[in-house]
C-alpha cells in the first residue's frame, strides 16, 4: 500500500475539500469530548463502560475487558512499548505525541488522540497536537480512531472501517504515509552503550549531522536537510550527533529544528569544550566548570530540549582534570539536565580517572579500516573493561572509504576541513585508493557497496560500537542503512582485515596544529 488517504468510519476516502469532511471532524471533535470525562477523577468500572458506549455509540457490557489508561495526558510524548495488545474500546490522549511501539496489536475501537490544550469548540483546528507516530507492524482493529498527523511505518495492517484522519497543522504538516517495507531500508536492530546507570539503549546505526552544516563543503539547504533528517527517524534511526563547535552553533539550531518534535522517541547528543566566543571558534579548550554549565544551558536552548540524552567533553582541555569535569557532569546529572556522558579523543588513562568519578556512557573517536589507533593505545581495551560504549565518527574516513572522493576532487575552501589534512592532499588520496578498491573487490562478491563493507566491518568489532555516519543524501541513507541486512563470518572479515593492512596508509589523518588538539 503506498497511497496517501484518509477514511471514515464506513471506510469511504475523505479529503479536506470533501463536503463531509467537516462532518467527520465534528464527530471526532465530539468523541473526544466525550473521552475527556475519563480523566475527571475516580470512575467505576460500570461507569467507564458508560462513557466508552457513548464513544462507540453501543452499549459495552462486562465481556469487554477494560485495560487502563483510558486516558492519558502527562504533557510528554508518550510511547506504548514494542509487543503491547491495546485492548478494545482503550482511549489514549498525549500532548506531546504518541508513539506506537513494532508489533503492537490495537484492538477494535480504540482511540488515539493527540491534542494541544483544552477542548474549545470555537477553535477546533488549534486542538490538534503533535503527530501519532506508528511504527512497523502495527495491527489496528477494526473502527479504530487515529488523529492527528498520522504516519504509518512500514508493513502496518490496517482495519476494515478504520478513520486514520490526516488534519492540518501539525509540527510535520498533513500526511499519513503507508509504506512498502519491501522498498524502504528501515533499521530495527538496538544496541546498549554503557551498563548499569549509564547504559543507554539507541539504534545500531546513528546519524551524524555534522556534514549537513559544517566541514563538508556544499550542502541542500535547510529544508532538504530536515527531510532527510524526518526521514532517518522514520527509518528506525534513534542516534543523532552533533557539537557546539559544528558552525559553530548552526548544527545545533538545525538538529533542534528538525528533531524536537520526536522527544523521547529519538536522542540527540552534543558535544562541548572548544571555546566559542561571540559564535567563533578560538581553537582553544575550555572545559571549566562555569564553562560546562553554561554551553549546557545553550545546548538544551538550541536543541530545544530540557535535558541532554548525552553530554561529551569534545576534547580534553590541559587547564581542567577529567575528574573535575567528570564531577561537573555528575551534578548536572542530579539536576536532570543531561543524562549520559563521554569523552571524545582520550586516552586509556584518562577513560579510567573520569569513569571513576562519573560513569562513562560512551567514548567517540575516529575508528575505521584506515585509521585503528583505538585498537593499540589501550581505549577499546579501556572501554570494553568498563563497559562503556564506543562511537566511531567518521566511519568512513570523512567520506573517502565510500569511493566518491578521490584526487580530482574540488573541496570548498570556505567549508571543508579536508583540504587542511594530509590523507586528501591529491597525492595521498591517490595512494589510498588502493584501499578503496579492495573494499570495492571484498564487496563485489557479497552485493555490498564499499561504504557497507566499511560500516559492517565497525559494526562486527563488538555490540557495543555505535558507528554515526553522516550524509546529506537518502540514497546513502538507505546505503548505510541496509549494511545490517548482511551477515558474514569471523574469517571473511579477518580476509579484509589482512588485505587492507598489506596497504600503508598515506598521510597524516590531522596537520601538527590538529593533532596536538
Not at 465481556?63 to 492519558?72: A, I, W
Not at 522517541?265 to 552534543?270: A, D, E, G, P, Y
Amino acid at each position: 500500500m503506498n497511497e496517501i488517504f484518509a477514511r471514515d468510519l464506513n471506510g469511504e476516502i475523505v479529503s479536506p475539500s470533501d463536503q463531509g469532511y467537516d462532518e467527520l471532524i465534528n464527530s471526532i471533535w465530539d468523541t473526544m469530548k466525550t473521552a475527556a470525562e475519563l480523566n475527571n477523577g475516580y470512575h467505576t468500572p460500570d461507569e467507564v463502560r458508560r462513557i466508552l458506549g457513548e464513544i462507540i455509540g453501543q452499549e459495552v457490557d462486562e465481556s469487554v475487558t477494560l485495560l487502563p489508561p483510558f486516558y492519558v495526558d502527562y504533557g510528554k510524548h508518550i510511547k506504548i512499548g514494542k509487543g503491547c495488545f491495546i485492548q478494545q474500546c482503550c482511549t489514549f490522549f498525549g500532548r506531546g505525541g504518541i508513539t506506537l511501539g513494532e508489533h503492537v496489536l490495537i484492538g477494535p475501537k480504540v482511540n488515539i488522540i493527540t491534542i494541544n490544550h483544552d477542548s474549545d469548540p470555537e477553535n477546533r483546528s488549534a486542538t490538534y497536537g503533535r503527530p501519532v507516530v506508528i511504527e512497523d507492524k502495527v495491527w489496528i482493529g477494526i473502527n479504530a480512531t487515529i488523529l492527528p498527523g498520522v504516519r504509518v511505518g512500514y508493513g502496518a495492517i490496517i482495519g476494515a472501517n478504520s478513520c486514520l484522519l490526516y488534519t492540518s497543522p501539525s509540527p510535520r504538516g498533513s500526511e499519513m504515509c503507508i509504506r512498502d517495507s519491501s522498498n524502504v531500508a528501515h533499521i530495527t536492530g538496538h544496541r546498549i552503550l554503557g551498563k548499569g546507570k549509564a547504559a543507554f539503549e539507541v539504534s545500531a546505526l546513528g546519524f551524524g549531522v555534522m556534514g549537513m552544516t559544517y566541514n563538508r563543503s556544499q550542502h541542500p539547504d535547510k529544508k532538504q536537510c530536515i527531510r532527510l533528517l524526518h526521514e532517518a527517524v522514520d527509518r528506525g534511526v534513534t542516534l543523532f550527533d552533533t557539537a557546539i563547535i559544528y558552525g559553530p552553533l548552526t548544527n545545533e539550531n538545525l538538529a533542534g529544528e528538525a528533531l524536537a518534535e520526536f522527544k523521547g522517541r529519538i536522542n540527540v547528543t552534543t558535544k562541548f569544550g572548544h571555546e566559542v566566543i561571540d559564535g567563533k571558534g578560538t581553537g582553544r579548550q575550555d572545559s571549566r566548570p562555569e564553562t560546562i554549565r553554561r554551553y549546557c544551558e545553550e545546548s538544551l536552548h538550541r536543541l530545544q530540549l530540557d535535558s541532554l540524552p548525552m553530554f561529551y567533553q569534545h576534547r580534553a582541555d590541559p587547564n581542567t582534570p577529567a575528574e573535575e569535569v567528570a564531577s561537573t557532569i555528575a551534578d548536572l546529572m542530579k539536576e536532570g539536565k543531561v543524562q549520559h556522558w563521554g569523552m571524545c579523543e582520550v586516552n586509556a588513562e584518562t577513560i579510567h580517572k573520569a569513569h571513576a568519578v562519573c560513569p562513562l556512557t560512551a567514548i567517540q573517536s575516529e575508528y575505521h579500516l584506515m585509521h585503528r589507533l583505538v585498537e593499540e593505545n589501550g581505549v577499546l581495551d579501556a572501554c570494553r573493561e568498563l563497559g562503556i560504549g564506543f562511537v566511531p565518527y567518521s566511519p568512513l574516513n570523512r567520506g573517502f572509504l565510500g569511493g566518491c572522493i578521490n584526487e580530482y576532487t574540488v573541496f570548498d575552501p570556505n567549508n571543508d576541513n579536508r583540504q587542511t589534512l594530509p590523507r586528501f592532499q591529491a597525492e595521498a588520496m591517490r595512494a589510498n585508493t588502493r584501499i578503496v578498491n579492495v573494499l570495492q573487490a571484498f564487496g563485489r562478491t557479497r552485493g555490498m557497496t564499499s561504504t557497507q563493507v566499511a560500516l559492517g566491518w565497525l559494526l562486527q568489532k563488538a555490540p557495543w560500537i555505535v558507528p554515526i555516519p553522516g550524509t546529506t543524501k537518502l540514497a546513502h541513507l538507505e546505503e548505510n542503512l541496509r549494511t545490517l541486512e548482511f551477515t558474514l563470518s569471523p574469517e571473511e572479515w579477518k580476509e579484509l582485515e589482512n588485505a587492507v593492512a598489506a596497504i600503508p596508509v598515506v598521510g597524516d589523518r590531522y596537520n601538527a596544529e590538529q593533532q596536538r588538539q
